[in-house]
């Protein structure tokens, strides 16, 4: 069981993140904002893949001033991600849902306060965003681009907003690399007790992004270690959500829909198991009931796989085995067996 490290609650829009509320899964945005049908429409789409939370990109005013007729067409609570320059942020923080903003580039503390002080008058928590790539010099200077020189940046940065009277606050210590991110999350992660927004940054294609965020994002959740995360690839929006809910679903804190246990595929295999595994991932999507499936192609495992879950599948030569909670419940020619599988599994999930 894995013990969530405590952290104060805040809330982006009407999404609660950190203490004992549910681990929000967030995207990003690729279309200019300032365009606000395709905004909108990349918004709608996040928000049929599950999205929790969703950020857009403020680079100028065209785009800060698409911000109120964007929030007007939408559901999902909108975080506005700012860089350079602080009035785009008092801008937003007129209708967005929280702030983020990067202390390396915003630039000096009255700007800060600026922000601050909009964020207080709407109660919009801010997210401190630190970039290894793009750390404030003096902490670049002496550290350079590395896992301390984050933490020392967002350390300085909380403390700051904190003698400003501001707590309402999530943080992020994002490297391009897994090394790099783990560390700082870790080494941060004693010093205070806000919330984390937990992602690899500039993590690469879908293939590349997969593996980084799995490892780094893993690993630090099985530590206790995050409230809210984003996957990040490029340009696949749909994908971010799909692998951001796998990664806490196998992580054990989501129990939500199947876990399909398949075997790695060898020459013992007694029946097209690619085919058949894809068709029980098609046709059991819509399943949110938290079940174990077994899909097994031959008898060396399948057996003492099927004891552990609820609907199995053991394949054999021309026929195989449907088994229940490790009861065979029926013996089928190969053909029949898939049908009967998916019928069980309904029915499971059904009286569950």
């Not at 559901?75 to 923080?93: E, G």
Request: net charge positive.
């Amino acid at each position: 069981m894995i013990k969530r490290y405590p952290t104060k609650k805040i809330y982006v829009g009407d999404v609660p993140i950190g203490g004992d509320a549910p681990i929000p899964v967030q995207s990003m945005t690729f279309s200019k904002t300032s365009d606000v049908k395709a905004t909108v429409e990349q918004i709608r789409r996040l928000h049929f893949a599950g999205a929790d939370i969703v950020r857009v990109a403020v680079p100028d005013k065209a785009a800060a001033n698409a911000l109120k007729e964007i929030k007007q067409q939408v559901s999902l609570p909108i975080v506005a991600d700012i860089h350079f320059n602080y009035r785009l942020a008092l801008i937003a923080a007129e209708v967005v849902d929280c702030i983020r903003i990067n202390p390396g580039n915003i630039g000096d503390k009255k700007r800060v306060q600026e922000v601050v002080k909009a964020c207080q008058q709407r109660n919009l928590p801010i997210r401190i965003g630190v970039n290894c790539g793009s750390l404030e010099k003096e902490f670049e200077n002496k550290y350079g681009q590395t896992a301390r020189g984050m933490i020392e940046s967002a350390d300085y940065n909380i403390k700051y907003l904190e003698d400003l009277g501001f707590t309402d606050i999530k943080v992020s210590l994002k490297a391009s690399d897994v090394q790099r991110t783990v560390e700082a999350y870790r080494g941060l992660r004693p010093m205070n007790n806000y919330a984390f927004h937990l992602g690899v940054t500039e993590a690469g294609t879908q293939f590349h992004s997969t593996i980084k965020s799995s490892i780094a994002l893993g690993s630090l959740l099985l530590d206790g270690i995050g409230d809210t995360l984003r996957v990040s690839m490029t340009g696949e929006l749909e994908k971010e959500i799909e692998v951001g809910r796998a990664i806490l679903k196998d992580a054990g804190l989501v129990k939500e829909g199947l876990n399909i246990i398949s075997c790695p595929t060898c020459g013992r295999i007694e029946a097209d198991l690619v085919s058949a595994v894809a068709q029980v991932e098609e046709k059991t999507k819509h399943i949110k009931t938290p079940l174990n499936v077994s899909v097994m192609g031959c008898v060396v495992n399948a057996l003492g796989e099927a004891k552990a879950a609820d609907v199995a599948i053991a394949y054999g030569k021309g026929s195989g085995l449907i088994i229940k909670k490790g009861e065979t419940v029926a013996k089928l020619p190969t053909d029949k067996l898939l049908d009967r599988f998916l019928q069980e599994v309904e029915e499971e999930a059904k009286k569950k």
